[in-house]
Protein backbone atom coordinates (compact mmCIF):
# COMPACT_ATOMS: atom_id res chain seq x y z
CA UNK A 1 0.00 0.00 0.00
CA UNK A 2 2.75 2.50 0.79
CA UNK A 3 4.45 1.72 -2.45
CA UNK A 4 1.28 2.41 -4.27
CA UNK A 5 0.73 6.20 -2.40
CA UNK A 6 4.23 6.75 -3.38
CA UNK A 7 3.74 5.85 -7.25
CA UNK A 8 0.44 7.76 -7.02
CA UNK A 9 2.52 10.79 -5.21
CA UNK A 10 5.16 10.81 -8.15
CA UNK A 11 2.29 10.43 -10.57
CA UNK A 12 0.50 13.74 -9.00
CA UNK A 13 4.32 15.95 -8.94
CA UNK A 14 3.97 15.20 -12.73
CA UNK A 15 0.56 15.77 -13.41
CA UNK A 16 -0.11 19.93 -14.88
CA UNK A 17 -4.03 19.25 -15.94
CA UNK A 18 -5.91 20.14 -12.70
CA UNK A 19 -8.90 18.29 -12.94
CA UNK A 20 -6.24 14.97 -13.34
CA UNK A 21 -4.34 16.72 -10.39
CA UNK A 22 -7.73 16.96 -7.75
CA UNK A 23 -8.60 13.30 -8.69
CA UNK A 24 -5.03 11.88 -7.85
CA UNK A 25 -5.23 14.22 -4.51
CA UNK A 26 -8.34 11.91 -3.79
CA UNK A 27 -6.38 9.00 -4.38
CA UNK A 28 -3.49 9.61 -2.11
CA UNK A 29 -5.32 10.83 0.70
CA UNK A 30 -7.96 8.43 0.09
CA UNK A 31 -5.42 5.73 0.25
CA UNK A 32 -3.31 7.18 3.57
CA UNK A 33 -6.64 7.48 5.48
CA UNK A 34 -7.64 3.74 4.66
CA UNK A 35 -4.29 2.64 5.59
CA UNK A 36 -4.49 4.55 9.18
CA UNK A 37 -8.07 3.53 9.34
CA UNK A 38 -7.20 -0.25 9.17
CA UNK A 39 -4.19 0.21 11.55
CA UNK A 40 -6.59 1.57 14.19
CA UNK A 41 -9.03 -0.68 13.50
CA UNK A 42 -6.19 -3.66 14.36
CA UNK A 43 -5.31 -1.63 17.75
CA UNK A 44 -9.29 -1.70 18.64
CA UNK A 45 -10.07 -5.09 17.86
CA UNK A 46 -6.92 -5.94 20.13
CA UNK A 47 -8.21 -3.64 23.31
CA UNK A 48 -11.89 -3.93 22.78
CA UNK A 49 -11.70 -6.86 24.57
CA UNK A 50 -9.86 -5.64 27.61
CA UNK A 51 -12.33 -2.49 27.84
CA UNK A 52 -14.86 -4.82 27.57
CA UNK A 53 -13.89 -6.75 30.29
CA UNK A 54 -13.02 -3.55 32.64
CA UNK A 55 -16.55 -2.23 32.26
CA UNK A 56 -17.78 -5.62 33.16
CA UNK A 57 -15.70 -5.74 36.31
CA UNK A 58 -16.18 -2.10 37.04
CA UNK A 59 -19.68 -0.79 36.12
CA UNK A 60 -20.53 1.42 33.58
CA UNK A 61 -18.17 4.44 33.79
CA UNK A 62 -19.23 7.66 34.70
CA UNK A 63 -19.80 9.55 30.89
CA UNK A 64 -19.41 6.43 28.77
CA UNK A 65 -22.59 7.51 26.97
CA UNK A 66 -21.72 10.82 26.55
CA UNK A 67 -18.46 9.40 24.84
CA UNK A 68 -20.18 7.30 22.33
CA UNK A 69 -22.50 9.67 21.19
CA UNK A 70 -19.59 12.22 20.47
CA UNK A 71 -17.75 9.43 18.85
CA UNK A 72 -20.67 8.35 16.58
CA UNK A 73 -21.39 11.86 15.06
CA UNK A 74 -24.58 11.69 12.57
CA UNK A 75 -24.59 15.37 12.24
CA UNK A 76 -25.93 15.95 8.60
CA UNK A 77 -23.82 19.25 8.53
CA UNK A 78 -20.03 16.85 9.37
CA UNK A 79 -17.89 17.75 7.26
CA UNK A 80 -15.93 15.12 7.62
CA UNK A 81 -18.33 12.94 5.19
CA UNK A 82 -16.02 13.86 2.16
CA UNK A 83 -13.21 12.25 3.75
CA UNK A 84 -15.04 9.58 4.95
CA UNK A 85 -16.18 9.23 1.23
CA UNK A 86 -12.90 8.90 -0.80
CA UNK A 87 -11.57 6.85 2.22
CA UNK A 88 -13.85 3.91 1.62
CA UNK A 89 -13.56 4.04 -2.27
CA UNK A 90 -9.87 3.87 -1.57
CA UNK A 91 -10.69 0.55 0.42
CA UNK A 92 -13.08 -0.63 -2.29
CA UNK A 93 -10.21 0.03 -4.69
CA UNK A 94 -12.04 2.99 -6.43
CA UNK A 95 -9.84 4.99 -7.95
CA UNK A 96 -11.16 9.23 -9.09
CA UNK A 97 -7.92 9.16 -11.36
CA UNK A 98 -8.58 6.30 -13.55
CA UNK A 99 -12.55 7.30 -13.55
CA UNK A 100 -11.53 10.15 -14.74
CA UNK A 101 -9.17 9.36 -17.42
CA UNK A 102 -12.36 6.86 -18.08
CA UNK A 103 -14.31 9.20 -18.41
CA UNK A 104 -12.41 11.28 -20.41
CA UNK A 105 -11.24 8.05 -22.70
CA UNK A 106 -15.33 7.54 -23.47
CA UNK A 107 -16.14 11.25 -24.14
CA UNK A 108 -13.24 11.30 -26.85
CA UNK A 109 -14.44 8.21 -28.28
CA UNK A 110 -17.80 9.10 -28.61
CA UNK A 111 -16.80 12.56 -30.30
CA UNK A 112 -13.68 11.22 -32.20
CA UNK A 113 -16.04 7.58 -33.64
CA UNK A 114 -18.39 9.90 -35.66
CA UNK A 115 -17.81 10.17 -39.30
CA UNK A 116 -19.86 11.71 -42.45
CA UNK A 117 -19.73 9.75 -45.84
CA UNK A 118 -19.29 12.14 -48.66
CA UNK A 119 -18.32 11.23 -52.53
CA UNK A 120 -16.10 13.39 -54.68
CA UNK A 121 -15.91 12.97 -58.73
CA UNK A 122 -12.68 13.16 -60.48
CA UNK A 123 -13.19 15.13 -63.24
CA UNK A 124 -10.27 14.01 -65.35
CA UNK A 125 -11.33 10.80 -65.38
CA UNK A 126 -14.86 10.51 -64.34
CA UNK A 127 -14.99 8.06 -61.70
CA UNK A 128 -16.32 8.59 -58.06
CA UNK A 129 -13.80 8.73 -54.83
CA UNK A 130 -15.38 7.84 -51.34
CA UNK A 131 -13.97 9.44 -48.52
CA UNK A 132 -15.13 8.91 -44.40
CA UNK A 133 -14.42 12.36 -43.09
CA UNK A 134 -14.84 12.83 -39.50
CA UNK A 135 -17.55 15.53 -38.55
CA UNK A 136 -17.33 17.83 -35.35
CA UNK A 137 -20.84 16.89 -34.66
CA UNK A 138 -24.00 14.87 -35.66
CA UNK A 139 -26.48 17.03 -37.08
CA UNK A 140 -30.24 16.64 -35.62
CA UNK A 141 -33.01 15.58 -37.80
Known amino acids: MIQE ?6 KLD ?25 GICAEVDGLLPKVMDYVRR ?11 RSATCTDPEDNQAHLRRIMFDAGAGTSKHQLLLAARAAEQAKWSGTT ?3 STIDTQSGTAHSTNIPTPFTPVA
Open 5 to 10: IRALQL
Open 14 to 38: ATKDEDERRALKEDVTGKILWLFWC
Open 58 to 68: EGNPVGSSDMW
Open 116 to 118: RHT
